[in-house]
């Protein structure tokens, strides 16, 4: 059985060069299955609410719904290092009501940390939440919470400009105090220069080969999810399809007559 990790770990695996496996989970069964296979840290995403909820985007989703999804993740016990996403308008307001709901999650949700979106805009908060010695993950590039600034789920940093303000960012939020910072969709080369001049980890998503760990959406790799495919996702299984036909076989069972049968009844 694979040892509990902590944020020393992360370090420790940067410094020796180590990646960093990530995936996101947020209910009982998946974080059983894929805290079994070893994964070294599980994101409580706000994508739930693309993924799971149906929404468009991660923007409605609220504090209740992440206090509920990590709660979930957390009653498998993982020893993957669990941290859960602070969702719109949990943090961006002021300092108190992010202190406070950074406190909720861990507190009422049982995380071990929080991750926040944002570079030198959010180091403030940053800083106020790792005061509480809640453990914080950054989050530049491609920000989700962000879209209708952006324009879209566009590509972060591709001219100069943008590059080194992303490179601020980055520098920003390692200062602020957080112990690792997520790299979305980002060009790899950018990436690959935030990765050598950051001493805490960076975990990439569509951001290249050179950074520190990966993280990517369980129901992505497992080929569930069919309202986008995004490039930099590579499905490692097709799911959907089996359960598909698992559903069909059962109705024509039921249809037909034949479940239940004897051996599914009591006596």
Known sequence: M???KTVLDFHRMKAEGEKIT?????????????????????????SVGVVVAGFDN???????????????????????????????????TDLKSARLNAGLLVKE??????????????????????AMDIPVMGHIGLTPQSLHRMGGYKVQGK?????????????????AGAFAIVLEGIPMGLAQRITAELTIPTI???AGPHCDGQVLVIHDILGLCSKYSPKFVKRYAELAPIIGEAVAN?????KGGTFPEERHCFK
């Open 22 to 46: 990530v995936l996101t989970s947020y209910d009982f069964p998946m974080t059983g299955v894929i805290d079994a296979a070893g994964i070294d840290m599980i994101l409580v995403g706000d």
């Open 204 to 206: 990439g998503i569509g």
């Open 109 to 130: 949700g049982g995380a071990a940390a929080v991750k926040i979106e944002g570079g030198v805009n959010v180091a403030e908060t940053i800083a106020a939440i790792t």
């Open 159 to 175: 001219g100069d400009a943008q590059a080194e303000k992303l490179v601020e960012d980055a520098r920003a939020v390692e200062a």
């Open 2 to 4: 694979h040892k509990a």
């Open 58 to 92: 991660t923007l409605p989703v609220t504090m209740e719904d992440m206090i509920y999804h990590t709660r979930a993740v957390m009653r498998a016990r993982p020893k993957a290092f669990v941290v859960a996403d602070m969702p719109f308008l949990s943090y961006q």
């Open 250 to 254: 059962y109705i024509a069972d039921v």
